[in-house]
Each structure stands twice: as C-alpha cells, then as structure tokens.
C-alpha cells in the first residue's frame, strides 16, 4: 500500500492513470459518449508520458546515433497510434485536421507560451539562432510540400483519383527524405561552429527530433523494465484510441462540435501535453534553446514524418489519406510558420513575442471553434 501511495505522489500525473480502469468501466456500463470521450483523452496523457519516458531510457543505453532514430520515430507515438484508429474509421479530415493542429501547437501554443512565461521572469532570452533558422527553414519547407498537392491537385483531378493520390505518395515519401536528410545531418554536423554559444555543442538528438537526451533526466530504469513499460503504455494507448475516436461522432452529432475543432485543437494536446509542459517548464529556467527546439522539432516531426508515413499507412489500410488540406488549413499553416520563423530569426525571445503567438492560436481557435459542425 505504501507502495502506491509514493506512486502516485511521486508524479502528480500518476494519478490520471486512473483514468484508464475508468474508461474500462465507462465502456462495460453504457456511459454516455461525452464523459467516454472525456476520460479517454485524459488516460492517454500520462500513457504518452510514459511512451516517452521509456524511449528516452532505451535510448540513453544504445547510443546517440540509435538513441536520436528512437526519439525522432517514437516521440509522437500516442499521437500517431490515435490518427490510425481513426484512419481505421474512415474519419480522414480529422486525421488531417490533427496533423495541423499538431504543427501549430507547437510553434504557436507552446513557443508562445515558454516566450511569454519565459520572458516575464528573464527578461530578453536568447537561443542558438542559426539552429532555429535552420529548423524553420525546414518548416517552410515542408508547409510548402504540404501545399503543392492541394493547390494542383484540382487541375490533376479529383482528390481520390489515382494521379492526386500517386502526387500525395510522390510528395510523402520526398519528405521522409527530406526527414531522414535531417537526422544524417544532425548525426554529422559535430560541433556547430557557427553557433551564437560557442561554448556549447549541438547535439545530434537535437537537430530533428523533438526530445533532447542531454538535457532532460529520465527515470533510472533497466532496458527491460523500459520495454514492459513501452509495451503496456502502447496498449494503453491503442486501448483509448479506439474509445475515444469511436466517440467522436457521437459527441459531433449531440453537442455541435465541429469534427475540425476536435482534430486541430483537442487530439494534438491530449497526445503531447507532457511534451509541451518541458517546454515552458525549460524557458522558465531560462533554457530557451531548449524550450525553442522542443517546439520547432515537434513540429517538424509531425510535418515531414508522421504525416507522409500516415499517407502510406492508409494505403495499406484501404483508406488512402491524400495531401489534400482545406483552404482554412493552409491559411493557418502559412501564418503559423510564416510568423514562428519571423520570431526565431534573430534568436532572441521576450514576453511580447510570446504574447502575440499565443494571440493568434487563441484568434484561430476561436474561428475554428465557431466553424459549423
């Protein structure tokens, strides 16, 4: 019994562990499919911690070259496993929705808040600009990718005719080029002699991926016990994926929620809440670099891995996703990035440039709030 009680108050998320027999008795009893929505996204938060957690272990004992293609694979995982369930469902627009809810998130909702709580305690702070530059450039890059098949693709045919549908894996798999590119470079790139800190070296992990070994701690586990929790921490997730995108209809249909609202804003927070709370944990403690690369690299994951990977994976599924995205998401995403790598440009940070990004993901999300279900 002492056991559990230092469980639970070791991490104060432990406790929403218990969200996941909840949602076993919420499905066995005919719970209203609100409160199985509910209970659902908040289970799979503290599993996603712990996904990355036991990532951040394994790859702490295979290396920096193994340990980086570990974090750069895994560090969405419960995010992806959620928009397969949903593929699974034939739910594509929320699939989309997801993945650009994702990439502003991050540069908008979390960049914004770790410059705004940042720089009330700092001041100015300052990051590594030629690195975030490099970054950002990355993520025009893949906006623009994003964008060149649902431009055209009204002048090649319809979205799921064969031509749109061959652009969109042409396009996904050039990206996870582009991706892999990325990591190559991170891996040989050494020591960044350009760097505004001299003093301190780039990383390898830090130039893609969106977790960072060398700064933050991990739990003190063994390989095995790394994997047991990996394994059961997946199976969590899956387990709540299928309850909480089967719920999504439902509670679309009763309460007028637009499915867009859900894809963009809700599902991308449930899946990286953890990963967003280090990153304006670390601006607090006036680790900008940090804080700046968690952000851009989240979403460069989400931009040039997780969505070319789910084109391929609804393939073999039998609902091919295409890289088709709505005028409202391309305006959103060229805001975004457009003014995340106006602020990263000159590598400099204070609570005014946090102020206005969060302006503007709180201005989106009230347009994509009111949009009609």
Request: no cysteine.
């Amino acid at each position: 019994m002492a056991r559990v009680i230092r469980f639970f108050t070791r991490k104060p998320i432990n406790f929403l562990l218990l969200a996941l027999p909840l949602a076993v008795v919420a499905q066995l009893s005919g719970w209203p499919d609100l409160w199985i929505f509910i209970i659902s996204a908040v289970g799979v938060i503290p599993l996603a911690t712990y996904i990355g957690e036991a990532t951040e272990v394994l790859a702490s004992q295979t290396g920096p070259r193994v340990g980086g293609l570990l974090n750069a694979t895994l560090g969405n995982a419960a995010e992806l496993i959620i928009t397969i369930v949903a593929i699974r469902e034939g739910l594509l627009e929320l699939v989309k929705a997801s993945i650009t809810g994702s990439i502003l998130g991050n540069i908008l909702l979390v960049m914004g808040a770790s410059m705004l709580l940042g720089g009330i305690r700092h001041g100015v702070q300052s990051f590594n600009r030629r690195h975030a530059s490099r970054n950002a450039i990355l993520l025009v890059l893949a906006v623009v990718a994003l964008l060149i098949p649902s431009i055209l693709s009204g002048s090649i045919g319809s979205e799921h005719s064969l031509k749109v549908e061959v652009l969109s894996l042409g396009v996904a798999g050039i990206m996870i080029v582009l991706y892999g590119l990325g990591i190559l470079f991170s891996f040989t790139a050494g020591r960044d002699k350009f760097s505004d800190k001299k003093e301190e070296p780039v990383h390898p992990p830090e130039a893609i991926g969106p977790m960072v070994l060398e700064h933050k701690s991990h739990p003190h586990w063994s390989r095995r016990t790394a994997i047991i929790v990996l394994a059961l921490s997946t199976t969590g997730v899956v387990y709540l994926s299928e309850l909480l995108v089967g719920a999504v209809e439902p509670v679309v249909l009763g309460f007028g929620i637009s499915e867009f609202f859900l894809g963009i804003i809700l599902i991308p927070l449930i899946g990286n809440v953890a990963e967003h709370l280090v990153a304006v944990k670390v601006a607090m403690e006036n680790e900008m670099d940090l804080s700046v690369e968690i952000a851009i690299s989240s979403s460069l994951q989400i931009a040039l891995f997780v969505a070319p990977v789910l084109v391929f994976i609804s393939l073999l599924m039998g609902n091919p996703l295409t890289l088709i995205f709505n005028q409202i998401e391309l305006l959103a995403l060229i805001v975004g990035v457009l003014i995340a790598a106006l602020v990263s440009v000159d590598g400099e940070s204070n609570w005014l440039e946090g102020a206005e990004l969060l302006a503007v993901y709180i201005i989106l999300a009230l347009a994509f709030f009111l949009l009609p279900a």
